[in-house]
């Protein structure tokens, strides 16, 4: 199906929609990645051999988060072969993805040590294929960041796990908890694999918070895939009644055209009004725009900030 004006969703007083035409609206436009803070830290990456989902999803906010003394990258873990097939997301997908690497969170502890990153997100594609999900890994990478670089604020970005193996993982203790629901509730079956619902992702989030009250917990949602109005703002509740704090929300960007189409450019005025909501409804951060993503910089210096205050009130 083509991405023509017809196709865009829309729901009584909604802003205008932009047309699908090219080129893209001026407000998706960023300058390439260059500098200092991003040449170095791109070699780092590939001397370590680091996956990182700001390359491999070709984030368009890489020049921003990759300069600075207060960088920020997500380091994808247990390798770059996905056992599910999501029709937003570039990485690529197998039925069986190679085994872990064991070496791997020994690696990762040393490499984010070594790049002496304030806010780290750690994320992993899905591995079905494995007994546990890979949550033992994952667990495994952010102790061993712990101890290699105890000022780094981590985020876990997790699966879904199918419903177990989530206190593997949390016995861990990150300081964020990060899962996303990627799509209102209507479109999981169209956009995410079939294995993924709404609920479940829900369900993950309630469940972290079971497991330890105290972390943060985060998600985020993409427009432009045919959504409604009506639809964000549920998708914005039912979050938030699950008691997650900390919220994204960014534009549906195509990686290629076997991927699933845009079906709206949002304005930005849409964005902050969307964002206004959020806090409203109560959500501690919004990060709301067309360039936003999961890992979003100025959000993570929100979370950053939060993670520290609650770590020197904490009894000693």
Known sequence: MSETPENTASSAG?????????PKPQWLKVPLPGGAGYTKLKALTQELKLNTVCQEARCPNIGECWKGDNATMTIMVLGDECTRRCRFCAVKTVMKAAPPDPDEPAHVGQAIAAMNLGYVVITSVDRDDLPDGGSA????????????????????????????DLATLMAAAPDVLAHNVEVVDRLQRKIRDPRCSFERSLETLRGAKRELPGVITKSSIMLGLGETHDEVVESMQRLRDAGVELLTLGQYLRPTPQHAPVREWVTPERFLDLQMLGEKLGFLYVASGPLVRSSYK???????????ERRAAAPR
């Open 14 to 22: 909604k802003a205008p929609q932009i047309p699908l035409r090219s």
């Open 137 to 164: 890994h994952y667990a495994s990478c952010l102790r061993e960041i712990r101890a290699r670089a105890p000022r780094t604020v981590v985020e876990t970005l997790i699966p879904d796990y199918q419903g177990h």
């Open 298 to 308: 100025a959000g993570e210096f929100f979370a950053a900030k939060l993670v520290r």
